[in-house]
């Protein structure tokens, strides 16, 4: 079965930091990834997603996330964290040509402190 | 011009009781679905409607049933709840397959 697998399961970082969250799925065939958000106490909100095209793909807030396709990842990085990054961060994959159902990773808690 | 509204935002009930949890969207989507989100924060595909129409139902207990009155409502009833029922359900629409948007979950608590 399909799988998604975020190695971080919790984060924390000074603020100025740099981020880099890993995010490995299990499926031979073409997928699309996203990257998703949860501030908190709101709802997930899209970071950033890959479909086609130049593999390094750049999300809002300075967010961006490199898909490997021989490593099978798309880590999400970003070069500066602020203390309003901190949230749950979700991967995702969808299969291309599929129902559009999403299969999330476990999610990584990411902490930054002022 | 909430983009997916669910309804109620809390939800607290006793074992047994049967309840529903409503969705709408109003931008335009073709596709819509219920996800769990469980204590530990692990986010599951329940189920999916396209245009009314079931094309994405998840290893889920029958107690739950979506209904889809039109493509932009999908909403949620559990029967006979249980303790293990209580999390935080999302509703998402999506136009096709591609990006979903979600809705701001319902904290269901059993007790």
């Not at chain 1, 490593?71 to 559009?100: H, I, M």
């Not at chain 2, 669910?6 to 989507?29: A, F, R």
Request: aromatic residues 12%; glycine residues 8%; contains cysteine.
């Amino acid at each position: 079965a399909q799988s998604v697998s975020q190695h971080n399961h919790h984060v924390i970082l000074s603020e100025a930091a740099s981020l880099e969250l890993g995010c490995n799925y299990s499926y031979g065939g073409t997928v699309n990834l996203f990257w998703y958000v949860q501030y908190p106490g709101q709802h997930l909100q899209l970071l950033l997603k890959y479909f086609s095209g130049d593999p390094l793909v750049k999300g809002i807030k300075g967010f961006e996330a490199e898909f490997i396709k021989s490593k099978f990842s798309f880590n999400l990085r970003k070069p500066s964290v602020q203390w309003s990054d901190t949230a749950e961060y979700f991967c995702a994959v969808s299969l291309s040509g599929n129902t559009g159902k999403l299969i999330f990773g476990q999610g990584t808690t990411l902490q930054v402190k002022p | 011009d909430t983009a997916v509204s669910q309804t109620p935002k809390y939800l607290v009930t006793q074992m047994g009781n049967d309840k529903s949890i409503k969705c709408e969207q109003n931008l335009g989507h073709d596709t819509m679905y219920w996800y769990k989100q469980d204590s530990k924060k692990f986010l599951k595909i329940m189920f999916s409607y396209n245009n009314k129409e079931l094309i994405i139902n998840e290893t889920v207990p029958n107690r739950f049933s979506p209904k889809s009155p039109d493509k932009a409502h999908l909403n949620l009833h559990i029967n006979s709840l249980e303790l293990g029922d209580s999390a935080v359900y999302f509703c998402a629409s999506s136009q096709s397959i591609y990006e979903q948007y979600f809705g701001p979950g319902t904290r269901l608590t059993v007790t």
